[in-house]
């Protein structure tokens, strides 16, 4: 299934409306067709009844053959001819009903093939949105809000889910209801026909007028229910102003205002829609009245038989309904349009572009920067200029430089978040041009922990584990799943498993074996919205963790100390250099450290010193603090005590 | 949870907890009362409009006259038109009812929560709140009004036609009461099972919402981790599973929509049955066959009706629930009857016997614990501040740096002790009367939408614009207005969006200067900000604190050190106190706090230096 997906990003297509639709319904569109077909056959399943009892009156209760087709009454001999049927009404009885059950049955898969359809299209949409927007590249991401994305890929698919599941089926359906009903309406009788159908465009157009001009109250409606909502939503979030400021009064009045001004447009609304549904309540009963009366006029006249009559009548009322709610399908096919267009933009934006990689690398893990300059898009100055630098393969590297300086964006080049355009200089990784190098490459090669870690809703353990291949991490949740069915709440205290040797030394080297000491649920405690909430310094810890977990033969640790305290920076700096000791010569990882503290750094075999996106000075601790400089200026500030 | 869970069953068991929101139905009770009545004269003329085809069939078409004709059509348009009138007079009413309603509890629920204490808003986050305000209310206005209307319309129309069905042959009339007692049977059943499945559908849908939140906001890390392949295979699982839990609830759906559609064709099939031998016999007119038809086919949809909005009901009864849980919250901290009476409440302050406040602040003996905690944070703690002192707090985050400023406010309240203001205990007076007092910055700076000029106005109500720009001034922040181009006008966007962290805090102690409190309560911010604004800040944080009672909880280095006295505060305890040359002396917790800091806030630093 991934690599389905996978292979359709690499299309990268740039789809129309249509060709969403196209692309959406590309697995159901049987299924869609075969609903539609059920439909169209439980409708004259659904016609057929009213007509069985119009041949009941006319032919078995009485004697009204006139006009009556040949085959009709040759099929009523075969089953046994009036007199039988006369005697034996139950045989007509059952004959409804066999007739219903067809119907009800095919109702049924009618409705099963919609759903099973529209549940897969649905399916269909949210994975494919899902793959593109977590391979969007991150500039897109600068310009695009959270909230709004969501939107998109929540209450924008339902809508567009129901506009092929709902409105177009039920505009089918209709429509196909009519023309069958127009069939056997036109049997019985043209005029009468012709009279109710008269009716139909009026109640279908009145219908579509109104809900499309009653739109544009419901968007103004929608707008002030916004207001309100937002200003409830401030009112709480600034509770502690208000408090402050002693400003209940005030906001309360506010809130009333807004409130009423939303109610009242509500209450105009709902007058207008009452109007709406009293007049064609109006124009139905006059339709209804009018085919009632004609139908009796003509049976006075002997034009048309009594059972003939019930049947149009039923047939008639069966049409009402559906005819009314065409009009307001009709005018929320337009509302679909917007939600298409809001997911289109996502999709046709494009995503990370993929870049082969070619062969492994002679020189280690060697990262050299050459005359590299960058600016963001839209940025009004560039944010390295002109970076020249080169880290061994295996060497530690501190670079450190006040907030702007560049440090992060040497990272975010580095990990191909951001792409180096040609003739902007070049960045080898290990001897090779980074743009010979595949992301997913350079991205098990180089591991970043950033300032601001995010941690996936899940255990301790899961996150961990996340970069892991999966077939261990599944295998480990599958056992976990048993523990917590079978022993229920007991799984909480009882501690699942013990900790491997990989996560037991991860957790270690990250200083987090106290931290989890205290949670009673250790390494099995969920975090992330529905757990415990981390500080700062513990989710910056478990990331490190997590980092070290992957192996990544260059780790970077951009300002990823900040939130823990001194000594626990030390720890962790300690435990690190530990871990390089243990590892052979060649496959010793390549440590960058970036931060703001001295002490970080100075023991680094080289410190790159960043300023205003320029290198400053480079060099080791004991030489950078002999030259006059920005280093030897926070090495004063920082030792000043 | 389980247990207010039980509990919302029991209540819901008790007529859906509609009791709880009587008061609020109390003044729509008139017309209520019309629209019920409204609802049964409809549901009549619905039940006997079938008579007008039985009379048609009968008389017309079976006597071959059409002698009454102008008399029928008169009747029936009459008849049409009383029910138009009924149904546009019924539907606009009970919508209004419904909105009005909605509104009703919107009101009582934001003015109710303006009094509730903090530790309510601590303990629920502000979208659980939300939804109580504007949804849960909304749901509550429709089942009063729609509901309602629903169920007399359906119940009525029911009974009218069992009735007709009866008076005009009561034998098949009984058969077809079967029928509907069955059907009602088989829809409360299935009823029941499409309730299930739409919770785990909603539960499902809040899961891939979540993931799409955990995809859009963790982008930058699934790269970085490159597992964008395993999040796609996550992600395929919970769509899959909601896949086919929606095929699920849908199956259920589609097997009672055909269920009732084959009932209703049952008692079709059991009318013409029966009413085809009494037709045989003579006994029954081909026209009330015809009407028997018709009641066969349009009595189950109400039935329907009725069981899905006695289900619905089941369902709301929860926001009701919930509704009324937030009403019955009282507010842990509320003036005594006795303050009421002399200072008025927060909606209607007795101005005129407010005292001013000097200024002086004491704890005396205080021994305080969170409610929600079971540790003391404060133990017999006794601290003298005089007016015109500052007082720094320092220490770790999450150290407990907040409760003493939450109990100054009032915010909380002592376990045991006072807290002084002027000498008299702050319960002495109104908690309005508190607050118009206190000035309070917060660390992350809350601006509301609307001009700056709202927001100032927001800390003097009457402020002249020259005031305003004055205390703009004096934070230095006159310059962020003057380069917008309409000025005070200018809108700031939700939560002061369109400004930047630094220049929504320089907007703050504005409004906070405009207040001019006797007692100045500031909690600084930790984020980084340019060099310019951040001296900006510290020069409007002594200005701000300049001759007035200030508590201050600190980051900065200018601020700790020339304070009158620093509070320490470790591990929620405050573990030493003094100037800062006395606790240097120390060598102590403070010592090695202040040394750290210092370590940090040089790199930032750096650019300063090299202006000057």
Known sequence: ?641 | MQSSNSKADRKAARFFGIPGILPYVKPYRKKLIFIICLGMISSCIDAATPLFNRYALNHFVGERTLDTLAVFITLYVIVLSLQVADNFLSTSICGQVEVEVNRDLRDASFTHLQNLSFSYFNQNPVGYIHARVMSDTSKIGETVAWHMMDIVWCGSYVVAVLVVMLCIHRPLALAMVGVVLLSALVSALFQRAMVRYERIVREQNAVITGDFNEGITGSLTVKLLGIAAKMDRSFFRDTEKMRRTSVGSARVGAFFTASVALMSQTALALVLWQGGILNREGVMMIGTLSVFLSYALGIMEPIRQLVRTFSRLTAISASIERFTDLMNTEPGIRDSEEVVERYGDSFNPKKENWEELYGDVEFEDVTFIYPDGEEKVLEHFSLKVKRGQNVAIVGETGAGKSTLVNLICRFYEPVEGRVLIDGRDVRERSLLWLHSHIGYVLQTPYLFSGSIRENLKYGRENATDEEIMQALAMVSADGIVKAMEQGLDSEVGEGGMSLSTGEKQLISFARALLSDPAILILDEATSSVDTVTEQKIQKAISVLTKDRTSFVIAHRLSTIVDSDLILAVSEGRIVEQGTHRELMQRKGYYYTLYTRQFEQLAVDSIDKNKNI
């Open chain 1, 1 to 641: 299934m991934s690599a389905k997906v996978t292979k359709d990003q690499s299309r990268s297509r740039t789809y129309t409306r249509s060709g969403l639709v196209m692309y959406m319904t590309e697995h159901c569109r049987i299924l869609f067709l075969l609903s539609v077909a059920f439909t169209g056959l439980a409708s004259v399943f659904d016609l057929v009844g009213p007509k069985i009892v119009e041949y009941t009156v006319d032919l078995i209760l009485s004697d009204e053959d006139r006009g009556v087709s040949l085959w009709v009454l040759s099929l009523i001999d075969r089953l046994g001819g009036r007199e039988l049927l006369r005697a034996e009404i139950w045989r007509i009885a059952l004959m409804v009903l066999g007739v219903a059950l067809c119907a009800a049955v095919l109702r049924y898969l009618s409705q099963m093939c919609g759903s099973r359809g529209a549940e897969r299209m649905v399916k269909q949409m949210r994975d494919r949105l899902f793959a593109h927007i977590i391979r969007l590249p991150e500039t897109w991401y600068g310009q695009n809000h959270t909230g709004d994305l969501i939107q998109r890929c929540t209450s924008d698919v339902d809508t567009v889910k129901s506009f092929v599941a709902d409105q177009l089926t039920t505009l089918i359906r209709v429509i196909l209801l009519i023309l069958l009903s127009c069939i056997f309406m036109v049997g019985i009788d043209l005029r009468m026909t012709l009279v109710a159908m008269a009716f139909l465009p009026v109640i279908v157009g009145y219908s579509f007028f109104f809900h499309v001009k009653i739109g544009e109250t419901f968007l103004q409606a929608d707008t002030e229910e916004g207001k309100v909502s937002a200003m409830v939503q401030e009112n709480l979030t600034g509770i502690r102003v208000v408090r402050a400021f002693g400003r209940e009064m005030y906001e309360k009045e506010r809130f009333l205002t807004k409130n009423k001004a939303y109610t009242a447009l509500w209450v105009r609304l709902m007058r207008l829609l009452s109007a709406f549904w009293a007049t064609s309540d109006l124009i139905s009963g006059l339709q209804v009245m009018s085919v009632m009366v004609l139908g009796a006029v003509l049976c006075v006249h002997g034009e048309m038989n009594t059972g003939s009559y019930i049947a149009f009548v039923s047939y008639n009322a069966m049409l009402i309904w559906p005819v009314r709610e065409l009009g307001r399908v009709i005018s929320d096919l337009s509302k679909a349009g917007v939600s298409m267009d809001r997911i289109l933009a996502v999709l046709n934006s494009s995503i990370e572009s993929e870049r082969p990689g070619s062969g492994g690398s002679a020189l280690g893990n060697e990262i050299s920067f050459r005359n590299v300059s960058f600016r963001y898009p839209g940025a009004a100055s560039a944010a390295l200029r002109d970076v020249s630098f080169t880290i061994p393969a295996g060497a530690t590297v501190g670079i450190i430089g006040g907030t702007g300086s560049g440090k992060t964006t040497l990272v975010r080049l580095l990990t191909a978040l951001y792409d180096l355009p040609e003739d902007s200089g070049e960045i080898l990784l290990g001897g090779r041009s980074l743009r010979d190098w595949d992301r997913d490459e350079i991205r098990n090669t180089v591991s970043v922990v950033t300032q601001e870690p995010f941690l996936f809703s899940g255990t301790i353990r899961e996150n961990l584990r996340i970069a892991l291949p999966e077939e261990e991490k599944e295998e480990r949740i599958e056992k976990n799943g048993e523990i917590s069915d079978k022993s229920g709440n007991a799984a909480d205290s009882s501690k699942a498993d013990p900790l491997s040797e990989a996560e037991e030394v991860a957790i270690r080297r990250a200083a987090l074996t106290g931290t989890l000491e205290r949670f009673t649920r250790g390494i099995e405690t969920p975090v992330g919205e529905r757990g415990v909430t981390l500080s700062g310094g513990q989710k910056q810890r478990l990331a490190i963790a997590r980092m070290l977990m992957k192996h990544g033969s260059v780790m970077i640790f951009d300002d990823s100390l900040s939130a823990v305290d001194a000594s626990t920076d030390r720890i962790i700096r300690d435990r690190l250099e530990e871990m390089r000791s243990t590892e052979a010569e060649g496959e010793r990882p390549t440590v960058i450290m970036i931060a703001h503290r001295i002490t970080t750094v100075m023991n680094a075999d080289l410190i790159i010193v960043m300023d205003h996106g320029t290198v400053s000075q480079m060099g080791t601790h004991e030489e950078l603090i002999k030259q006059e400089g920005i280093y030897q200026k926070i090495f004063s500030l920082q030792t000043a005590e």
